[in-house]
């Protein structure tokens, strides 16, 4: 499998994705591994709507996109996968993608999330992902742009006061 790249994004494939990201990483194929998403047929469209000319997307289950990038009929392919939260991304991990780097891009407010910096917000459920993958050997960055810095996550988090 060649996984170029996990970005956690709520906004998950948006103008950031096709100008920059894709490009960044060389990747020929965005994945969205979302349950939720997956199985709703109006989210799928509104995001296949706006797939990047020459760029394969997929909308799978967490389980579909295990079996995708297992499979050796994709073992071609340069993947970007986008998910909605971190619990997508330790799903993922379980399942044996084998990536030691996952980066946080943006996680818009919800009610009871607290701020990160100005455009990561996490919930309680998303700091035990987060703390999961860590200790699990996932290097957790926070990066908007390609051409910026990158940040330890778990750094903002702790400088945050919320770990």
Known sequence: MSIKHLRIDNRLVHGQIVVSWLQATGSDTVIVANDVIAADDFQKTMLVAVSPP???ER???IDETLAYVKDPAHADEQIFLLVKEPAD???LHRGGIG???MNVGNM????GAKRVSNTVFVSPRDIEAARALTAEGVSLTC???????RDDF???LAKAKLI
């Open 54 to 56: 020459g760029i394969r």
């Open 108 to 111: 818009a407010f919800v009610v």
């Open 89 to 91: 991304a330790l799903r």
């Open 143 to 149: 990066q908007m742009m390609p051409t910026v810095a």
């Open 99 to 101: 990536l030691t780097t």
């Open 154 to 156: 778990m750094q903002l």
């Open 59 to 61: 909308i799978l289950s």
